[in-house]
């Protein structure tokens, strides 16, 4: 599994569109679009922050904690997910 500190926007944002499987452990798995990379503005140094925003899964949404969060690129990442909306999650990375 990749260590989420060497993670950057720049790996996300190609992969805008493509499908992550989210694994809850707890429930059923399901396919979801990362939707939204974005980049959030900070002072020079440092890897910069991001977000990513999925969509798809059932209702009700999840509860926030983290999750397994697979790609055929990326692998598997374990990812603090929250639900911003139905069938909606965002994950930020500091």
Do not use: K, W
């Not at 440092?46 to 999840?62: C, K, Q």
């Amino acid at each position: 599994m990749r260590p989420l500190d060497t993670l950057t926007v720049a790996d996300f944002a190609p992969l805008r569109g493509d499908r992550f499987r989210i694994e809850p452990g707890d429930a059923p798995g399901f396919d979801a679009e990362l939707v939204e990379v974005n980049e959030i503005a900070r002072e020079p140094g440092g890897r910069s922050p991001f977000s990513l925003v999925f969509e798809g899964g059932s209702a009700p949404p999840l509860p926030q904690r983290i999750y397994r969060v697979e790609h055929a690129a990326l692998g598997a990442l374990e990812i603090f997910l929250v639900a911003i909306g139905p069938g909606r999650y965002e994950a930020v990375f500091t």
